[in-house]
């Protein structure tokens, strides 16, 4: 019913930069918080970024600075600009959304399929 498709993922060198996107699709009544997560190989999947319905967005300590997360709410997107990307940033990432949908007024979290980011040294 609720589709999380991500795009914008890809090989970049060190210093570069990349903007990932979300796009929530489906029967939505309503998207509250909107995020960005992301797993490395053999480590857990970890929070990068995330954005309240209303703006207030928070940070992993590690892309403070690097990273800038947004949403465009009138097309129930999210996007993630990441600039000044270290090999550290490898991994997959997730794009999530807590959303409620026309049939189901209570609120569920989703994930999209996930993008590679790969950060060559």
């Known amino acids: 019913q609720v589709q999380l498709a991500e795009s914008g993922g890809g090989l970049v060198q060190t210093g570069g930069s990349l903007r990932l996107s979300c796009a929530a699709s489906g029967n939505i009544f309503s998207i509250y918080a909107m995020g960005w997560y992301r797993q490395a190989p053999g480590k857990q999947r970890e929070l990068v970024a995330a954005?309240?319905?209303?703006?207030?967005?928070n940070y992993a300590d590690s892309v403070k600075g690097r990273f800038t997360i947004s949403r465009d709410n009138a097309k129930n997107m999210v996007y993630l600009q990441m600039n000044s990307l270290k090999p550290e940033d490898t991994a997959d990432y997730y794009c999530n959304a807590v959303i409620s949908t026309t049939t189901a007024r209570y609120k569920v979290n989703y994930w999209g399929q996930g993008t590679q980011v790969t950060v060559s040294s």
């Open positions: 954005i309240s319905s209303v703006g207030s967005t």
